[in-house]
């Protein structure tokens, strides 16, 4: 075979290789927006259950004579349509997670396999427990700030959407904050950041939290503290975590 016919059988292989991932990946695509669909569906006739859930909260802390309101005539419909597709795709993140990595999988290690799972359920973990640690603790500390300082002579009336956007809002700037120890353990291990030197700017990473958290959360002591001293202490987790795991493979 000259040098010319194997060129072109090699470029074959690599088109007929690229085509058969771009395949692939279509059909992880697929099966991630039908669970999604599939379960907003399931979700549909509890769509107005489920906004009196997330209003619960401000609901109950609300003053005799005042209630949630809508400042459009299709914010009724909307505010909970809107709330469905989003706890669809919350739902659905671990199928969506697990199809990404069925499509890496053959490409890694045996090692590299069993360090992609142990990743994705960690991560998984952390951001369900980051929305439920802002719904139960975070959400009901905002909202008591807000209804405490407003004026006497203001009777406040939440609209529905606007409710719903600070809402959604607050639960991923949580989610995301947790998976602290998973990007620290990451950082690491790629050789980015080492140990040392996270250990050795500590002050400086907390002062970065309490920054972190004084943007993303209500204007009130207590809610800055809840988001920082976690994002503190998680950041601590993931260091003892990556030393422990660096160790048992030394």
């Given at each position: ?94 199928f969506i997670l697990y199809q990404f990595w069925r499509f890496i999988a053959p490409a890694l290690y045996q090692h590299e396999k069993k360090l992609g799972i142990i990743l994705t359920v960690s991560s998984s973990s952390l951001f369900y427990l980051g929305l439920a ?118």
């Open positions: 075979m000259s040098k010319a016919d194997q060129s072109l059988l090699d470029h074959d292989l690599n088109e007929m290789k690229y085509t058969e991932h771009l395949k692939e990946l279509r059909k992880r695509l697929l099966l991630s927006i039908s669970v999604i669909f599939t379960t907003f569906l399931l979700l549909l006739p509890l769509a107005k259950h489920n906004y009196h859930i997330l209003a619960a909260p401000l609901l109950s802390i609300l003053p005799k004579n005042s209630t949630m309101i809508a400042t459009d005539v299709m914010s009724t419909f909307i505010a909970p349509f809107k709330l469905n597709i989003y706890l669809a795709v919350l739902i659905s993140i671990p640690f802002s719904y139960f603790i975070i959400l009901p500390l905002a909202l008591n700030f807000f209804i405490l300082t407003s004026p006497e002579q203001v009777l406040p009336m939440t609209d529905i959407h606007s409710y719903l956007d600070f809402c959604l809002k607050l639960f991923l700037a949580f989610g995301i904050a947790f998976q602290i120890p998973v990007v620290t353990y990451i950082l690491i291990l790629v050789g980015l950041l080492s140990i040392q030197q996270l250990e050795k700017h500590r002050k400086l990473i907390i002062v970065f939290f309490f920054f972190i958290a004084m943007l993303i959360t209500p204007p009130d002591a207590l809610s800055m503290l809840a988001l920082a001293i976690p994002m503190w202490l998680l950041f601590e987790l993931g260091l003892v975590i990556t030393k422990i795991t660096l160790k048992s493979e030394q």
